[in-house]
């Protein structure tokens, strides 16, 4: 237990209690103007100790802009392309706010305030990933034992809607394609195999198995802030991906002159990097699809060519599981959530076959009964 001792101001008479934190190095807190509050606060002190609720006074007055470069630097786990978003948020939103706010003076009301005035002017996208940099910095603060629980959680946060997909058909993907100069190929190859960008640009000539038709996806090349970021696929764990036998001639031909280390496609040393969104040959291609055929999507991205694979692969009769192993989704049900729309069809198969069963049961059944009644009489 603490100690409660007066002493002399030129106020008046003070109390100072003395206790030991649970790290048991000792600190007091001075200014009572009663013995009473003096133990009140002293008690209330020993039972947060005993519940393992204490917080120190000390450790709350802890900066948040002193620790979020400390959370930052923890994110090891993330590869380069999902942490860069994560600094951006943290250096133009969060710090600017924050940054001279102690963990202990952060208020539930004031970081809602924040959140819908960010909400005014950016996408929930945005809104969300700026939250979760503050609420994550906070959550370490509670872990730390700086404040007892985290004032972030629990405020209004915007939706996210889920952006309109675009599905060529085999037509668009081809006018696509042609239009492509000499990224024809990859528009193809992506268009029919589902891979990211990323895991298609980082394929290496050994990658590809002409035998079984196979590709064998083990890296994946991000640019991040202009550097191109070499690593495992976004599932972490490699996969094999078929593709169809009109591809084989023409990664054949991806495959000339080229040793097994090199990539597969592009000049095989460097890899193929993203083209200019403003007026790189994928935009040329776009526009060019586009005053060919008014059915072409309008808002289409070199992503959209990964949800047409899907859209392809279900039209020629791939259930969910196939998906799922082509598009190396952690899940079905994860595959399921992102291309419910593409299953549609399959519900109104499931109806129309129980509607086919039942009548093949009840009249087959209907038919027997009359033919035993029909006997019956014959006898």
């Not at 200014?31 to 393992?52: C, D, N, P």
């Not at 042609?178 to 990658?207: D, I, M, P």
């Not at 764990?237 to 078929?242: D, I, L, W, Y």
């Not at 899907?310 to 989704?329: D, K, W």
Request: aromatic share 6%.
């Amino acid at each position: 237990m603490g100690s409660v001792t007066p002493y002399e101001t030129a106020s008046g008479r003070r109390y100072r209690v003395r206790y030991r934190k649970p790290d048991r190095t000792q600190t007091d807190k001075r200014g009572f103007k009663s013995k009473r509050e003096a133990e009140l606060f002293l008690a209330t002190v020993e039972v947060s100790k005993a519940r393992g609720e204490y917080i120190d006074a000390d450790s709350a007055r802890k900066l948040v802009g002193e620790l979020g470069p400390d959370w930052l630097a923890q994110q090891t786990h993330l590869k380069p392309s999902s942490l860069r978003p994560l600094e951006i948020a943290w250096r133009l939103y969060v710090e600017p706010r924050w940054g001279r706010v102690s963990v202990g003076q952060v208020r539930h009301s004031d970081v809602q305030a924040w959140i819908s005035q960010i909400s005014l002017g950016r996408g929930a996208t945005t809104v969300l990933r700026v939250y979760g940099v503050l609420a994550s910095i906070l959550d370490t603060a509670v872990k730390d034992r700086r404040i007892l629980s985290n004032p972030a959680r629990g405020v209004n946060l915007p939706r996210k809607s889920a952006r309109k997909r675009s599905y060529l058909s085999h037509e668009q993907v081809e006018a696509l394609a042609r239009n492509s100069g000499n990224h024809a190929t990859l528009v193809r190859f992506l268009a029919y195999t589902g891979l990211r960008w990323g895991e298609a640009t980082g394929l290496r000539v050994k990658s590809v198995d002409m035998l079984r038709r196979r590709v064998n996806v083990e890296e994946n090349a991000v640019m991040v802030a202009g550097t191109i970021h070499v690593g495992s696929p976004k599932s972490h764990e490699a996969r094999s991906v078929p593709f169809p036998a009109f591809l084989a001639d023409e990664l054949a031909r991806e495959c000339q002159g080229k040793d097994r280390s090199s990539l597969l496609f592009g000049d095989g040393l460097d890899y193929v990097r993203p083209p200019d969104s403003r007026n790189g040959w994928w935009i040329r291609a776009l526009t060019t699809a586009r005053e060919l055929d008014q059915d072409f999507p309008e808002a289409l991205t070199r992503h959209d060519l990964r949800h047409t694979a899907a859209s392809l692969a279900v039209s020629s009769g791939a259930n969910v599981l196939v998906i799922q192993r082509m598009l190396g989704h952690a899940s079905a049900a994860m595959t399921l959530d992102i291309y419910s729309d593409l299953f549609d069809d399959d519900l109104d198969a499931v109806a129309t076959a129980l509607d086919v069963a039942r009548t093949a049961s009840i009249v087959g059944k209907k038919w027997a009964a009359s033919g035993h009644a029909l006997v019956g009489k014959l006898k």
